[in-house]
Protein backbone atom coordinates (compact mmCIF):
# COMPACT_ATOMS: atom_id res chain seq x y z
CA UNK A 1 0.00 0.00 0.00
CA UNK A 2 1.18 3.61 -1.19
CA UNK A 3 1.94 6.47 1.40
CA UNK A 4 2.84 9.46 1.26
CA UNK A 5 4.23 11.59 4.02
CA UNK A 6 4.80 15.15 3.40
CA UNK A 7 6.87 17.85 5.11
CA UNK A 8 8.43 21.32 4.82
CA UNK A 9 5.22 23.48 5.01
CA UNK A 10 5.27 26.69 7.53
CA UNK A 11 4.85 30.62 7.96
CA UNK A 12 6.23 32.82 6.05
CA UNK A 13 5.98 35.98 5.04
CA UNK A 14 5.08 37.61 1.35
CA UNK A 15 7.94 37.03 -0.96
CA UNK A 16 9.82 34.43 0.46
CA UNK A 17 10.08 30.71 -0.56
CA UNK A 18 9.09 26.87 0.98
CA UNK A 19 9.60 23.53 -0.18
CA UNK A 20 7.49 21.24 0.29
CA UNK A 21 8.89 17.08 -0.06
CA UNK A 22 6.91 14.57 -0.33
CA UNK A 23 8.03 10.57 0.47
CA UNK A 24 6.61 8.10 -1.56
CA UNK A 25 7.12 4.41 0.33
CA UNK A 26 7.59 2.22 -2.35
CA UNK A 27 9.91 1.41 -5.23
CA UNK A 28 7.78 1.78 -7.73
CA UNK A 29 7.68 5.35 -7.27
CA UNK A 30 9.18 6.28 -10.53
CA UNK A 31 6.18 4.73 -12.53
CA UNK A 32 3.55 8.01 -10.95
CA UNK A 33 2.72 11.04 -11.88
CA UNK A 34 2.96 12.81 -8.62
CA UNK A 35 -0.02 15.62 -8.05
CA UNK A 36 0.43 19.25 -5.70
CA UNK A 37 -3.40 20.44 -4.66
CA UNK A 38 -4.02 22.72 -2.28
CA UNK A 39 -7.19 23.79 -0.07
CA UNK A 40 -7.63 27.39 0.74
CA UNK A 41 -9.85 27.94 4.05
CA UNK A 42 -13.35 27.90 2.56
CA UNK A 43 -12.50 27.00 -0.75
CA UNK A 44 -12.41 23.68 -2.28
CA UNK A 45 -9.28 21.27 -3.37
CA UNK A 46 -7.52 22.92 -6.44
CA UNK A 47 -4.82 21.68 -8.49
CA UNK A 48 -1.41 23.41 -8.44
CA UNK A 49 1.20 21.07 -10.58
CA UNK A 50 1.91 17.80 -11.86
CA UNK A 51 4.99 15.72 -12.40
CA UNK A 52 4.58 13.28 -14.86
CA UNK A 53 6.73 9.66 -14.40
CA UNK A 54 8.58 11.10 -17.99
CA UNK A 55 9.54 14.10 -15.75
CA UNK A 56 7.03 16.63 -18.32
CA UNK A 57 5.15 19.13 -15.50
CA UNK A 58 2.42 20.95 -15.65
CA UNK A 59 1.13 24.35 -13.46
CA UNK A 60 -1.93 26.03 -12.65
CA UNK A 61 -2.01 29.27 -14.14
CA UNK A 62 -1.84 31.05 -11.05
CA UNK A 63 1.74 29.34 -9.87
CA UNK A 64 3.21 29.37 -13.24
CA UNK A 65 6.35 30.76 -13.03
CA UNK A 66 6.56 30.98 -8.96
CA UNK A 67 6.30 27.21 -8.33
CA UNK A 68 8.76 24.03 -9.55
CA UNK A 69 7.88 20.74 -8.77
CA UNK A 70 10.40 18.24 -9.17
CA UNK A 71 11.37 14.71 -8.55
CA UNK A 72 14.25 12.32 -6.91
CA UNK A 73 14.34 8.74 -7.98
CA UNK A 74 16.85 7.65 -6.17
CA UNK A 75 15.07 8.97 -2.75
CA UNK A 76 11.62 8.05 -4.12
CA UNK A 77 10.59 11.77 -3.58
CA UNK A 78 8.20 14.70 -4.60
CA UNK A 79 9.51 18.75 -4.23
CA UNK A 80 7.42 22.14 -4.32
CA UNK A 81 9.69 24.69 -4.36
CA UNK A 82 7.17 27.81 -4.02
CA UNK A 83 9.06 31.37 -4.67
CA UNK A 84 7.45 34.70 -4.17
CA UNK A 85 5.14 33.68 -2.19
CA UNK A 86 1.73 35.44 -2.07
CA UNK A 87 -1.14 35.62 0.77
CA UNK A 88 -3.35 34.10 -1.42
CA UNK A 89 -1.08 30.88 -1.20
CA UNK A 90 -2.02 30.02 2.39
CA UNK A 91 -3.56 26.97 2.59
CA UNK A 92 -3.08 23.26 2.99
CA UNK A 93 -1.26 21.53 0.57
CA UNK A 94 -1.35 17.87 -0.66
CA UNK A 95 1.02 15.44 -2.39
CA UNK A 96 -0.76 12.45 -4.17
CA UNK A 97 0.34 10.01 -6.61
CA UNK A 98 -1.61 8.91 -9.92
CA UNK A 99 -3.98 5.95 -9.87
CA UNK A 100 -2.26 3.95 -12.61
CA UNK A 101 1.53 4.05 -13.56
CA UNK A 102 2.82 5.26 -16.12
CA UNK A 103 -0.40 7.40 -17.22
CA UNK A 104 -1.00 8.46 -21.18
CA UNK A 105 -3.00 11.57 -20.43
CA UNK A 106 -2.33 14.53 -17.62
CA UNK A 107 -3.55 14.40 -14.45
CA UNK A 108 -5.05 17.36 -12.55
CA UNK A 109 -7.96 15.98 -11.18
CA UNK A 110 -8.40 14.99 -7.57
CA UNK A 111 -9.93 11.96 -8.74
CA UNK A 112 -6.77 10.97 -11.16
CA UNK A 113 -5.55 10.27 -8.01
CA UNK A 114 -5.23 7.07 -5.91
CA UNK A 115 -3.00 7.80 -3.03
CA UNK A 116 -2.92 10.95 -0.62
CA UNK A 117 -0.87 12.46 1.71
CA UNK A 118 -1.62 13.82 5.16
CA UNK A 119 -1.42 17.49 4.11
CA UNK A 120 0.84 20.32 5.48
CA UNK A 121 0.40 24.04 6.15
CA UNK A 122 1.44 27.01 4.51
CA UNK A 123 0.83 30.12 5.90
CA UNK A 124 1.76 33.54 3.93
CA UNK A 125 1.97 36.44 5.90
CA UNK A 126 1.25 39.97 4.09
Known amino acids: QVQLVESGGGLVQAGGSLRLSCAFS????????MGWFRQAPGKEREFVAVIRWSGLTSYADSVKGRFTTSRDSAKNTVYLQMNSLKPEDTGVYYCAAGKEPYSSIWYRKENDYGYWGQGTQVTVSS
Open 26 to 33: ERTFSRYD
